[in-house]
């Protein structure tokens, strides 16, 4: 806005256009390109911080029920934005937030067990703004979750234990997981662990990792196949 709009004249701007500004964010939150619908969540969140409340009050059953479906994308950096988004809603506008409450509350929880770090990190930050916005119930819920998310830091890796289920014999103590491809031992000017030859001796080697090997891949962050 500031770089299209000299000083503060963007917000006015925007505000003078709300509606089709509110149309155009909520038509990219389903675009095709993943990438889109992650860029549409920040423009989404900016709103919510920057534009008057009068301006934005009547907007935002559109805008959270936009990120409510973002929320649940298949790719993780839209998730990731989407659940930014909804706690500066909350934290913003919490009066006109409360009747999402109960399905974000769900989706905050769920997403900290998720598999990407940032999501995990980002749903405890949007549970954070959901306290601020309802110190008493909002204090309560995470409170009465914490037990049972703690818990969860005891659970073995499951990764790690197939590992030693395979290799536990006679009672042997089972070695230790395979280094990285890429990790760099003190001094080595090259990769660990590296398979040279052609595609053949590598499908073909026996240090394969045959549940990463040859499978179907995917664009980052989506799971849309390549």
């Known amino acids: 806005w500031k770089q299209a709009f000299p000083g503060e004249r963007g917000v006015g701007v925007v505000s003078d256009q709300i509606d089709a500004v509110v149309a155009y964010y909520c038509e990219q939150s389903h675009a095709d390109n993943h990438g889109v619908r992650e860029a549409a969540c920040h423009c989404i969140a900016e709103l919510s911080a ?21 929320f649940r994308d298949e790719s993780w950096p839209v998730r990731d934005a989407a659940c930014v988004a909804t706690g500066r809603f909350v934290r913003n506008f919490s009066t006109e937030s409360e009747p999402f409450a109960e399905e974000l509350y769900k989706l905050w929880f769920d997403h900290l067990s998720d598999n990407i770090w940032s999501v995990r ?63 760099m031992s003190s001094g080595d000017s090259v990769p660990r662990n590296v398979v040279r030859g052609s595609l053949n001796d590598l499908h073909n080697h026996p240090e394969r990792d045959a549940e990463h090997s040859n499978q179907q891949m995917f664009s980052c962050g989506s799971l849309a196949p390549k």
Do not use: M
């Open 50 to 70: 920057k534009v008057p409340r009068d301006v934005l009050a009547d907007r935002v059953d559109t805008l959270v029920s936009a990120l409510l479906d973002c």
């Open 121 to 183: 990190e980002d749903s405890a930050v949007a549970l954070g703004d959901a306290i601020q916005a309802y110190p008493k119930d909002g204090l309560e819920r995470v409170l009465a979750a914490l037990p049972e998310l703690l818990a969860k830091l005891e659970i073995p890796d499951t990764a790690e234990q197939k590992h030693a289920a395979a290799h536990v014999e006679d009672g042997a103590p089972p070695p230790p997981p395979p280094a990285s491809q890429r990790r």
